[in-house]
């Protein structure tokens, strides 16, 4: 069983920055692929980016790619998500997941353990 926990969001400005954190508890973190995800209201739940067990692998979603970085450190079971040039667009609760397998996925539903999600709001 794995326990996630998200911090670092809140409410900014347009052009601001931001970095979520997510802790996770258990073993093997190093084994897991984890992986962002955000869901705005009224949206479905969708993948922002996923990063392999040791880190080799990134994949972004192409409306955050070259402003978003995903990055881990197995040290501290925890993973990244540092959000530069934020638009109001990406204004969502986010969520982080972890996945059995190692392989970073854009599915929801291959992750098998998820957060409680941490709200970030972006006004204009």
């Known amino acids: 069983q794995v326990q996630l926990v998200e911090l670092g969001g809140g409410l900014v400005q347009a052009g601001a920055s931001l970095r979520l954190s997510c802790a996770a508890s258990?073993?093997?973190?190093?084994?897991?692929?984890m992986g962002w995800f955000r869901q705005a209201p009224g949206r479905e739940r969708e993948f922002v980016a996923g990063i392999s067990g040791r880190g080799g692998r990134t994949e972004y979603a192409d409306s955050v790619k070259g402003r978003f970085t995903i990055s881990r450190d197995n040290a501290k079971n925890t993973v990244y998500l540092q959000m530069n040039s934020l638009k109001p667009e990406d204004t969502a609760v986010y969520y982080c997941a972890a996945e059995r397998g190692g392989i970073v996925t854009t599915a929801p539903m291959a992750y098998d353990y998820w957060g409680q999600g941490t709200q970030v709001a972006v006004s204009s």
């Open positions: 258990g073993r093997a973190f190093s084994s897991y692929a």
